[in-house]
């Protein structure tokens, strides 16, 4: 990650997109697109999608809930998922809270 939390946020916001588009999650590929597209990313937004039911802290990337995923692949892109939302939730808690 580079030294600067807002460009490691777009990093890792890209990097969960990649990832959500890859195991085609619309609903998630979506709100992250968004997010980037802004000029500033809105935290608030961001932090947001980690409280309450169907949260990100929710998502389980599987066949049974939608996504394209080799089952060899699960357990690998679950903890990229998780890699990605530890990134995110600790550089976006950073960044509005410093």
Not at 65 to 70: E, L, Q, R, S
Not at 71 to 88: T, V
């Amino acid at each position: 990650m580079t030294a600067n939390p807002t460009a490691s946020l777009r990093d890792a916001l890209r990097d969960l997109l990649a990832l959500v588009e890859e195991v085609q999650d619309p609903f998630w590929s979506q709100k992250v697109r968004a997010a980037l597209e802004r000029e500033t990313v809105d935290l608030r937004e961001v932090l947001s999608w980690f409280g309450g039911m169907g949260s990100l802290n929710d998502l389980i990337i599987s066949p049974l809930n939608g996504h394209v995923v080799a089952r060899d692949r699960e357990g690998s892109a679950n903890q990229e998922l998780d890699d990605c939302r530890s990134s995110i939730y600790h550089l976006a808690s950073t960044i509005h809270n410093p």
